[in-house]
Structure formats: structure tokens, C-alpha cells
């Protein structure tokens, strides 16, 4: 799959989506918009807002309507609390960072059924935002999330392949939220579709992408 990236340096609060040219934009994948600021005393939210809206990466999909569409687009769902840990990483051209997630469920992707409890979410950071990123990380330490995630081409997925990912393989991220009150904290859509008010929310919506 096909995505083209800008690095916006300094970016912070509401990431938005920036027509890069090179081709159509992938359709019906989650734009990395950052919700708005959550309520006061939500430190998780605000820790993971602070995260994704300083990555200084931004991306030409058309974002996803519903956890249902998103649901669709991606090749597994997953349910977990994140430790805190973080692994940056370096290569193919591109900057990332690992968050260690302690996994409680899959709830979509057969793939990964009996993947490892510990298991990595991959997301792209502007090389000159790292050490920013790397700090916010700890603050994040057992933040229930939701993760939508694509699976690495060498391990299934996308290439027809069946395998599932081994211990320690990272997973790219399409759509990564936690809860904060009575609404969602993350990278979650702005339409009607994603208003919703709790994790159990989101799993739900996205199971009913199942025909």
C-alpha cells in the first residue's frame, strides 16, 4: 500500500490531511487526526494527544468514517494497555517508534490470534521530533487502547501470506485511541461515525464489520 508522507516540522495540536500529489490517496484508511483536547484530568488522553499530534507526519488517506470502515481497512484489531516502554527505531528511509502494548484481546485478525501478551505498535515520526515523542511515551504507562494495525507484508497479510507475525514484529499502526471520559482520546475520525463515548464503543462497531 502506497502512502505518502509530509514531515511538518514542529506540528502540534490538530493533525489535518495534506495532498502530497504522486498518485491517488488510499481509500477508506483513518487520517491520524488527533481528537480535541480532552477533559481536565485525563492524563492518558492528553499524553497519547501530545504523542500522535507531535509526530510531524501527516498523510494523504481519505479518512475512515466509522471503526466499522476503518475496521474494514485494516488487517487486525487489537485491545491492550500500553507499559510506557518505547523502542526507537531507525531504517528503510524512515523514523520510528515501538509502543509496547501488554495485549488483552484480538478482536479482529485471525493472523494474530495467540500472538505474544507483549506485543509492538509502529508508528512513523519526523526524525527531528523523536526525542520529543520518546519522552511522552512513560506518561502513557497502562493506557487502555484500541489499535487498528496493518500487518508487515513478510509475515501475511497484505501479500496473501497466512503467517502470523512472530514475537517482536511491530505492528503498523492505522488508528490507535483510548477512552477519557465519555469520549475518545487519539487518532479517531471527526465524523459521525466516531462519536463515541467509550473503548467497549469502538470494539463494537468495529465487530460489525464482519458480514
Known amino acids: ?41 485525563c492524563a492518558h488522553g492528553t499524553a497519547l494527544n501530545v504523542l500522535l499530534s507531535g509526530t510531524g507526519v501527516t498523510y494523504d488517506f481519505e479518512p475512515a468514517a466509522s471503526p466499522r470502515d476503518l475496521a474494514r481497512a485494516s488487517e487486525a484489531v487489537l485491545r491492550g494497555r500500553l507499559t510506557g516502554r518505547v523502542l526507537p527505531v531507525r531504517g528503510d528511509g524512515d523514523v520510528y517508534v515501538d509502543l509496547e502494548v501488554d495485549l488483552t484481546e484480538v478482536v479482529l485478525g485471525e493472523a494474530l490470534q495467540g500472538a505474544p501478551e507483549l506485543t ?20 502513557l504507562d497502562g493506557a487502555e487502547v484500541v489499535a487498528f494495525v496493518g500487518l508487515r507484508d513478510d509475515v501475511g497479510g497484505r501479500d496473501g501470506g497466512q503467517t502470523p507475525a512472530p514475537v517482536g514484529v511491530p505492528l503498523p499502526v492505522e488508528g490507535l485511541m483510548t477512552g477519557c471520559g465519555d469520549r475518545l482520546a487519539g487518532w479517531v475520525g471527526t465524523g459521525d461515525g466516531w462519536a463515541l ?8 462497531a468495529a465487530l460489525d464489520r464482519v458480514p
Not at 488510499?26 to 480532552?38: E, N, R, S, T, W
Not at 526524525?127 to 515523542?133: C, E, G, H, N, S
Not at 463515548?197 to 463494537?204: F, I, K, R, T
Open 1 to 41: 500500500m502506497s502512502r505518502t508522507r509530509v514531515v511538518i516540522v514542529g506540528a502540534m495540536g490538530t493533525l489535518v490531511v495534506s495532498g502530497c500529489g504522486g498518485g491517488e490517496p488510499d481509500q477508506g484508511l483513518l487520517v491520524p487526526v488527533v481528537a480535541a483536547a480532552p477533559a481536565d484530568g
Open 197 to 204: 463515548g467509550s473503548l467497549d464503543e469502538v470494539v463494537v
Open 120 to 139: 509492538r505498535l509502529r508508528v512513523v515520526v519526523a526524525p527531528q521530533r523523536l526525542p520529543d515523542v520518546a519522552q511522552t511515551v512513560p506518561a
